[in-house]
């Protein structure tokens, strides 16, 4: 069975830290390009980081580089999106995405609030 589990959401104060943490299982996660990405309310998701199957490769929205950092263990079968300056309008569901040109999974989301 295919899964991808979100965690590491929750509540910080503007400036604060989050990590969180997708974890695969049920398909060779290594041969996967991972990516994060997150939603509000009446918007379209939107990407926010993208890391390559080895990771050599990262890419960044501009709204969230110098402050986000994607990172992955394929020994795990993990992706991590270390938040660190967190602001008001990082608040939303933060969903993983592992995809290859054939197959694509989503994760369930976690939520992310970022509020004083």
């Known amino acids: 069975q295919v899964q991808l589990v979100e965690s590491g959401g929750g509540l910080v104060q503007p400036g604060g830290s989050l990590r969180l943490s997708c974890a695969a299982s049920?398909?060779?996660?290594?041969?996967?390009?991972v990516s994060w990405h997150r939603q509000i309310p009446m918007k379209e998701r939107e990407l926010v980081a993208f890391?390559?199957?080895?990771?050599?490769?990262?890419n960044y929205a501009d709204s969230v580089k110098g402050r986000f950092t994607i990172s992955r263990d394929n020994a795990k079968n993990t992706v991590y999106l270390q938040m660190n300056s967190l602001k008001p309008e990082d608040t939303a569901v933060y969903y993983c995405?592992?995809?290859?040109?054939?197959?694509?999974?989503w994760g369930q989301g976690t939520q992310v609030t970022v509020s004083s």
């Open positions: 890391i390559s199957r080895t990771s050599g490769s990262t």
């Open positions: 049920g398909f060779t996660f290594s041969r996967y390009v």
């Open positions: 995405k592992a995809a290859t040109g054939s197959e694509t999974y």
